[in-house]
């Protein structure tokens, strides 16, 4: 069974530049998350989707990022216009739905390292 | 102060020591508790789950939670090498609320030495 998959591995834009992640979950998962860690720092909950619908978007830090999960499969998270602080890794993850440690196993993908010149 | 604190090391030992990592957290809320495990330039990779409080014991890897003290534990006996990674713990909440979002601490970067 394949993991959780994340595209691309690095990115190297330039501030003002728009970037667009993508995360394939494991099949059948029907909960999706996106972390992000920056330079430092501890990695944070940036949202949640339980299929296609955004359950919780609480982390997001502000407007320049969207995050879509058409037809509930695969999800991007687009930044749109990027700033400095947006470099870091950006993490999926994604879980069966359920209780207790159905869903909060999550699975973990490799991240895309985002770097913002 | 943040939710969830985890010393970042780095913590260096011999290898076939005995290592102990922790965390604290402030949250009385959280329930479910996870040790993850991130080799460099990899996702974390869960490690131990524990509901509640107790302990938890996988091979060479014990889990501890002490509710009443805030406090959380991962104890790794005879450390080989192949340890050597960054551990992550991470928690989140219960009931209704409990959509899965977890809180991580920064990790604790851990090298055994042959």
């Known amino acids: 069974e394949a993991g959780v998959t994340q595209f691309p591995s690095h990115s190297v834009i330039e501030k003002g530049q728009t970037v667009t992640l993508r995360c394939d979950p494991i099949?059948?998962?029907?909960?999706l998350y996106w972390y992000r860690r920056v330079m430092g720092k501890e990695i944070k909950f940036l949202l949640h989707f339980v299929k296609e619908s955004k359950q919780d978007e609480s982390g997001m830090p502000n407007n320049r990022f969207l995050a879509e999960r058409t037809g509930g499969t695969y999800s991007t998270l687009k930044v749109q216009p990027a700033e400095l602080e947006d470099s870091g890794v950006y993490f999926c993850?994604?879980?069966?739905?359920?209780?207790?440690?159905?869903?909060?196993?999550?699975?973990f993908g490799p991240g895309t390292r985002l770097t913002v010149l | 102060q943040k939710e969830v604190e985890q010393d970042p090391g780095p913590l260096s030992v011999p290898e076939g020591a005995i290592v102990s990592l922790n965390c604290t957290y402030s949250?009385?809320?959280?329930?479910?508790f996870m040790w993850y495990r991130q080799y460099s330039r990899k996702g974390p990779e869960l490690l131990m789950y524990?509901?509640?409080?107790g302990n938890k014991e996988d091979g060479r890897f014990t889990a501890q939670v002490d509710k009443s003290s805030k406090y959380i534990s991962l104890f790794i006996r005879d450390s080989q090498p192949s340890d050597s990674a960054t551990y992550l713990c991470a928690m989140s909440g219960r009931g209704g609320g409990n959509t899965g979002k977890l809180i991580f601490g920064q990790g604790t970067t851990l090298q055994v030495k042959p």
């Open positions: 949250n009385s809320a959280f329930q479910y």
């Open positions: 099949s059948g998962h029907d909960n």
């Open positions: 524990t509901y509640s409080s």
């Open positions: 993850a994604s879980s069966q739905v359920g209780t207790g440690r159905r869903k909060n196993e999550q699975f």
